[in-house]
């Protein structure tokens, strides 16, 4: 499919170049151009941003897919309560069928507020991967591996057969990583055990990392390090790492992450609700740390809404250290797009509007109120913009989502599936 997306205010994220009256020409599944209008081509669709901002897909770098199911069901809690007395527990009750419309439920909402690449950290995965190739979506997909010495072997064997199933699967929209779930939930064995797995296949591992206070704490009187120092010591930053969270970093934490090239996934949104705390992004951009931005799951966050997090993670370190220049506008759009890219080993591809780059593109609303009038298109993205003005979306050079209409997932159907699947398990 060949497609022109002309009339818009482009935001390429590519060295700051930003084309006021433009155009990006799509080539199947690659962008072929940006820069300024041109005539359409014989046989070319053509799509009339009228005006609207045209910007690279939202990655979201951390959540937990099939956790739409539990939106608002644990709300108001400590983090400890709501994980083992409440979230635990009904996760005990998910099987496949439930979790795969949980995940389509997600990526729904995920289309409808502009990502288009994801981060899911979870189990019976194969129902997610079914939901995310059917939406047409981009995601990193890890099995959890949870348990102390022995226990976690199961897990783990889950883990390598849906690497070997899947990854690469929708002509690479799928990539399968290795997960640890926390230092708190897993024991040595399990986390040299999975460090040794992601070194074998050459993929990613995803883990929480010191996320709660208590976290820290425990984890100092179990091994008399920090979550990081274990973490390093059992190999797990040999791989490419997403550590989620790091709300309880000290400056040496902040230094091996730096120095083994582990990227960040902050969650201010879900930081903020669990009150576990407020990261010190400040300090790990000093240190060239590359951190994206993640929604958490819906249990904790509770919506999947990217541009949300963006605009948190901005006002919130102003606000902290009373300073109004720190995390600007476009620093805060680039751990949404280039760094969440870049973060989930996708940065050749993705994240940017750039000739060779995959198509993955979103149209926001040119009459919206809330986006009127547009100073400086960047900030009107992360201080002014919601999930709710995005009007089209396109994976892949593949139209999933135009004038809000969703082309790729039967909502009412969707919606069904969420309710029988609750009936079932009882919530």
Not at 38 to 61: F, Q, S, Y
Not at 369 to 389: D, I, Q
Request: glycine share 8%; proline share 3%.
């Amino acid at each position: 499919m060949k497609l022109l997306i002309k009339n818009g205010q482009i935001l390429t994220m590519d060295e700051g170049r930003i084309i006021k009256n433009g155009c990006v020409r799509i080539d199947n599944d690659t962008i072929s151009y940006v820069g300024e209008d041109v005539p359409a081509e014989n046989g070319e669709r053509v799509i009339d941003a009228r005006g609207g901002i045209v910007m690279p897909g939202l990655v979201n770098a951390h959540t937990h897919t099939a956790m739409t199911l539990f939106r608002g069901y644990a709300d108001d809690m400590p983090l400890e309560d709501w994980l083992f007395q409440k979230i635990f527990p009904a996760e005990d009750k998910l099987d496949p069928e439930a979790v795969y419309w949980g995940s389509l439920l997600a990526c729904a909402e995920m289309i409808q507020s502009g990502t288009t690449l994801f981060a899911d950290m979870y189990f019976m995965n194969e129902a997610t991967i079914r939901a995310t190739l059917e939406s047409k979506l981009n995601a990193n997909i890890s099995r959890c591996v949870t348990g102390m010495e022995g226990e976690y072997k199961n897990r783990l064997s889950e883990a390598e057969a849906l690497y070997d199933a899947y990854n690469g699967a929708g002509r690479g929209a799928v990539r399968v990583e290795m997960s640890l779930h926390a230092v708190y939930t897993c024991g040595k064995q399990a986390m040299r055990a999975v460090s040794k797995s992601a070194a074998k296949r050459g993929t990613g591992v995803h883990i929480h990392l010191s996320e709660t206070m208590k976290e820290n704490r425990d984890c100092y009187q179990q091994y008399g390090k920090s979550p990081t120092e274990v973490f390093r010591d059992m190999g797990v930053f040999e791989n490419p790492t997403n550590a989620a969270h790091c709300v309880y970093l000290s400056e040496n934490d902040m230094d091996i992450l730096a120095e083994n090239h582990v990227g960040i996934s902050h969650n201010p949104v879900s930081n903020l609700k669990l009150a576990s705390g407020v990261a010190n992004v400040r300090e790990m951009l000093g240190k060239g740390i590359c951190i994206g931005v993640g929604t958490d799951g819906t249990a904790s966050n509770n919506t999947l809404d990217v541009f949300e997090e963006m605009k948190l993670a901005a006002i919130l370190q102003k606000g902290m250290r009373l300073d109004s220049t720190l995390i600007d506008a476009r620093t805060a759009l680039s751990m949404a797009t280039t760094n969440g890219a870049e973060l989930l080993g996708r940065g050749a591809e993705r994240g940017k509007l750039k000739k060779g780059m995959r198509a993955d593109v979103i149209i926001l609303d040119h009459k919206a109120p809330n986006l009127l009038p547009v100073h400086n298109p960047e900030s009107t993205v992360v201080y002014s913009a919601n999930g709710s003005n995005v009007v089209t979306s396109i994976i892949n050079g593949t139209p999933v989502m135009e004038n809000r209409e969703l082309l790729t997932i039967d909502l009412e159907k969707t919606v069904h599936g969420v309710n029988e699947s609750l009936k079932r398990m009882g919530l």
